[in-house]
Antibody, heavy 120, light 107 residues
């Protein structure tokens, strides 16, 4: 079965750090661009970051650049998001998603998300 | 950044209705436009990619059209499982941006 399973969410104080993980199974992980997308409470979807198959290219939304770092381990079929200097506005459900093979501009497999709450 | 808008923000419809959702980009994005369906507590689902290509496993009642700045998602005959929020997303340039969503609920 093709699936992505996120973990690592939780409650953290402003200024704190969290590391999210995404375990992939049933898909050709090393051949796929990978994404993090978030949804704040009552808001729409927001693209956060993505990473090329070999990790050589990484892109971030302006609001997280310099605070978040996306990485991957193809040997372990794993994607990560290191989140530092967290702010209240980072509170959201974070989804891991994979780009379509041969058309990586669209995300065709999604996890169910992990919740991050930044609050004192 | 490219801004995406959707209309209407919400709509009420009945099973069997034809539903049309519009998405507009603040600048031309060619056909780099995707549509997703999202239900509360579930993972988003890709419906349409490259503006008009149907994702595998998605029912043929879903269709997409448009290019440049104007795009449309059509559900030809609304089914009970289609009540959800629909988002468009441009993947023409970074940061990739989503529209604010259109919530489709039961009339």
């Amino acid at each position: 079965e093709v699936q992505l399973v996120e973990s690592g969410g939780g409650l953290v104080q402003p200024g704190g750090s969290l590391r999210l993980s995404c375990a992939a199974s049933g898909l050709s992980f090393s051949r796929l661009w990978m994404y993090w997308v978030r949804q704040a409470p009552g808001k729409g979807l927001e693209w956060v970051a993505n990473i090329k198959q070999d990790g050589s290219e990484k892109y971030y939304v302006d609001s997280v650049r310099g605070r978040f770092a996306i990485s991957r381990d193809n040997a372990k079929n794993s994607l990560s998001l290191q989140m530092n200097s967290l702010r209240a506005e980072d509170t959201a459900v974070y989804y891991c998603a994979s780009g379509k093979l041969f058309y990586y501009y669209a995300m065709d497999v999604w996890g169910h998300g992990t919740t991050v709450t930044v609050s004192s | 950044d490219i801004q995406m808008t959707q209309s209407p923000p919400s709509l009420s419809a009945s099973v069997g209705d034809r539903v049309t959702i519009s998405c507009r980009a603040s600048q031309s994005i060619s056909d780099f436009l995707n549509w997703y369906q999202h239900k509360p507590g579930q993972a988003p689902k890709l419906l349409i990619y490259a503006a008009s290509s149907l994702q595998g496993g998605v029912p043929s009642r879903f269709s997409g059209s448009g290019s440049g700045t104007e795009f449309t998602l059509t559900i030809s005959s609304l089914q009970p499982e289609d009540f959800a929020t629909y988002f468009c997303q441009q993947s023409y340039s970074t940061p990739q941006t989503f529209g604010p969503g259109t919530k489709v609920d039961i009339k």
